[in-house]
């Protein structure tokens, strides 16, 4: 099963400040939902487990997660990752590409685009079901990253 989203969110921060999180794997990742970093294998590439639950199934991947690019001129990151279900019932792959924008009143937009595909037990479930935890997944994050930053914002002044 693919599935793709596409999302967007502002934030009163800097761009740097936006920047420096994006970009560092210890800062973003705690952010989202049922996501954890284990072991940095080199500067792109990432192993960790990525948890959810869809309706009354949950799933835990062994997850390997990758910088694909990080183009600062832009400000545009390129992040994969794939893993296989802990119990061997199924596997996902994800690609996201964020872009962050200066917005003119200040702080910044992050566009997100991300494809999604899902086999296994889970991926009977359906695009509805997938989508629907997906938005409940991007709006906890989007609120953990928001707090994160404000917290970052407060430290540094």
């Not at 099963?1 to 920047?19: A, D, G, I, Y």
């Not at 294998?41 to 690019?69: L, R, S, T």
């Not at 595909?117 to 991926?123: L, P, S, W």
């Amino acid at each position: 099963m693919k599935t793709n989203l596409t999302k967007s969110f502002e934030v009163p921060q800097s761009t740097e400040l936006v920047w420096s999180h994006l970009i560092d794997p210890e800062k973003i990742m705690d952010c989202v939902p049922g996501v954890s970093i284990d072991e940095k294998v080199d500067d792109n590439h990432y192993k960790g487990k990525v948890g959810m639950k869809f309706g009354p199934m949950g799933v835990e991947y062994d997850a390997d997660i990758f910088y694909n690019e990080i183009d600062v001129e832009n400000k545009k990151i390129i992040l994969s990752g794939n893993g296989v279900d802990s119990k061997g019932k199924g596997n996902a792959e994800m690609k996201m590409t964020i872009t962050i924008t200066e917005l003119d009143a200040g702080g910044v937009k992050l566009d997100a685009i991300m494809d999604i595909t899902i086999n296994g037990k889970i991926a009977q479930f359906g695009s509805r079901l997938v989508d629907t935890v997906s938005e409940q997944l991007f709006k906890q994050f989007v609120s953990n990253f928001s707090k994160k930053l404000a917290a970052a914002e407060t430290a540094a002044s």
